[in-house]
T-cell receptor, first 110, second 114 residues
Framework: GQGVEQPDNLMSVEGTFARVNCTYS??????LSWYQQREGHAPVFLSY????GLKDSGHFSTFLSRSNGYSYLLLTELQIKDSASYLC???????????FGSGTKLTVEP | EAAVTQSPRSKVAVTGGKVTLSCHQT?????MYWYRQDTGHGLRLIHY???????EKGDIPDGYKASRPSQENFSLILELASLSQTAVYFC?????????????FGKGTRLTVV
């Protein structure tokens, strides 16, 4: 639902950075959440953004452009353990319902 | 810390059988959800509830029923399980306002229908 799109895979190198992109349909938007999910585990909340601009949270930062229906999750100083899937989810105005993209599998190489 | 507990953690069911997945939250949250995740895919919303004794359909409700007998408990029922319902099911909860609106997930139930 809500046309949430993410690339399937992303590869990067330890010590550098990775940017995980997400696009969505702008109708009914009430914020966007990012989750990390490791294989065989539940999604873990990382960040919620509702205002335009960059939200710096240290290792994880998030950017939002509401007019363009675009967000990204930026991971800096990558570590091997950052290898996981990153899920983007648009929050619907009613009852905090989340509509997820298919997730981006990030692989961090030595 | 917010807690959402699912049971069972895994289950094998026979095609045509009835399956009940249970979820219990101790977060005092008003909202609860059931999502399904297929291998290599994102989460899709099956049912959700914003108050006890009421449930709402999500994006993929066909073949599933939900029950919210109390604020803490939310069940997902497969009356006639089918092979296509093999997946991992996640329950989640969320509060009504302010910083309590983060959605917390349970650890998931892996359902295999044979």
């Amino acid at each position: 639902g809500q046309g949430v799109e993410q690339p399937d895979n992303l590869m990067s190198v330890e010590g550098t950075f990775a940017r995980v992109n997400c696009t969505y349909s702008t109708s009914g938007f009430n914020g966007l959440s990012w989750y990390q999910q490791r294989e065989g585990h539940a999604p873990v909340f990382l960040s919620y953004v509702v205002l335009d601009g960059l939200k710096d949270s240290g290792h994880f930062s998030t950017f939002l452009s509401r007019s363009n229906g675009y967000s990204y999750l930026l991971l800096t100083e990558l570590q091997i353990k950052d290898s996981a899937s990153y899920l983007c989810a648009v929050r619907w105005p009613n009852y905090n319902v989340l509509y997820f993209g298919s997730g981006t599998k990030l692989t961090v190489e030595p | 810390e917010a807690a959402v507990t699912q049971s069972p953690r895994s289950k094998v069911a026979v095609t045509g059988g009835k399956v009940t997945l249970s979820c219990h939250q101790t977060n005092n949250h008003d909202y609860m959800y059931w999502y399904r995740q297929d291998t290599g895919h994102g989460l899709r919303l099956i049912h959700y509830s914003y108050v006890a004794d009421s449930t709402e359909k999500g994006d993929i409700p066909d073949g599933y029923k939900a029950s919210r007998p109390s604020q803490e408990n939310f069940s997902l029922i497969l009356e006639l399980a089918s092979l296509s319902q093999t997946a991992v099911y996640f329950c989640a909860s969320s509060g009504r306002t302010g910083t309590n609106t983060e959605v917390f997930f349970g650890k998931g139930t892996r359902l295999t229908v044979v």
